[in-house]
């Protein structure tokens, strides 16, 4: 369920970074990096939920689950980062509707910090049960397959591994 109520802090954040962007967009005293940044983060939350639900129902490999591990990683730090440079901005807001709206989106960047985080330690813990093994057919991992389940047969046959 960790995933899920990341998911809905996503939505959340969507909608703060949208009005986040939109009340720093407007005039001439808002801060039109700070927009562009609410907006490309929001961008990025979106990707990473697609990836991330593609990756937990159907890409399950090491190297798919350990890059989703890495992005969630990321993530976190991205915004926490987020957190304090809106919290900043916040406090040097030309409008109290702008102030109010770094706020908001520096809230919603702490609980996605902390979500991404928690989701993070789960998926460090059981990315071993996570990642599908399934039978394997073809290319280098099926010689990998091979080689693995004749050295668990006959343990004289272990090739020496360089290192």
Do not use: H, K, T
């Given at each position: 369920y960790s995933w899920l109520i990341t998911q809905v802090f996503v939505l959340m954040g969507f909608i703060g970074g949208c009005v986040t962007a939109s009340s720093n967009d407007e005039g001439s005293d808002g801060s039109k990096s700070a927009a562009f940044v609410a907006v490309w983060t929001t961008l990025l939350l979106l990707a990473l939920s697609f990836g991330g639900t593609m990756v937990l129902r159907k890409y399950c490999t090491p190297l798919a689950v350990g890059f989703f591990l890495g992005v969630c990683l990321m993530m976190s730090m991205h915004t926490f980062n987020l957190l304090i440079i809106f919290a900043g901005l916040a406090d040097g807001a030309a409008t109290d509707a702008e102030a109010d709206a770094d706020n908001t989106f520096a809230a919603f960047c702490f609980f996605l910090?902390?979500?991404?985080?928690?989701?993070?330690?789960?998926?460090?813990?059981?990315?071993?049960?996570?990642?599908?093994?399934?039978?394997?057919?073809?290319?280098?991992?099926?010689?990998?397959?091979?080689?693995a389940a004749q050295n668990e047969a006959d343990p004289s046959m272990m090739t020496p591994q360089a290192g």
């Open positions: 910090s902390v979500c991404y985080a928690m989701f993070s330690v789960i998926l460090i813990r059981f990315r071993n049960d996570l990642i599908n093994v399934g039978p394997v057919s073809e290319g280098a991992g099926a010689s990998l397959a091979a080689n």
